[in-house]
């Protein structure tokens, strides 16, 4: 898949998984598993968005960020991670991107 192509789920999964209205998709810094992308949404916020690649242990990153949320509660200074519409801490889609 081309960067291009990339921007383009990303871009097409934000809105239907989180109901957030990208108005700009880039690639962001790199990830040492995962693509990373910066989003920013029509009410001005920015997201930071990690593509997991078809290899990825999708479970083990799920209580990685469980962790971390658990972490922020406490009040260690992590980033909050924006649940999908059905509350999910990954969303998982048939248009994975490849890296």
Request: avoid cysteine; aromatic fraction near 8%.
């Amino acid at each position: 898949m081309s960067a291009q192509s990339d921007v383009m789920v990303v871009a097409g999964i934000l809105p239907m998984l989180y109901r957030i209205i990208p108005t700009t998709v880039d690639e962001g810094p790199s990830g040492t598993a995962t693509r990373n992308y910066v989003a920013r949404a029509s009410d001005g916020r920015r997201w930071f968005v990690k593509a997991y690649p078809a290899s990825a242990d999708l479970e083990e990153e799920r209580q990685a960020l469980e962790l971390g949320q658990f972490a922020r509660y406490g009040g260690v200074p992590v980033p909050n991670v924006r649940r999908t519409l059905v509350g999910e801490l990954i969303a998982t889609a048939r248009a994975r991107i490849e890296s």
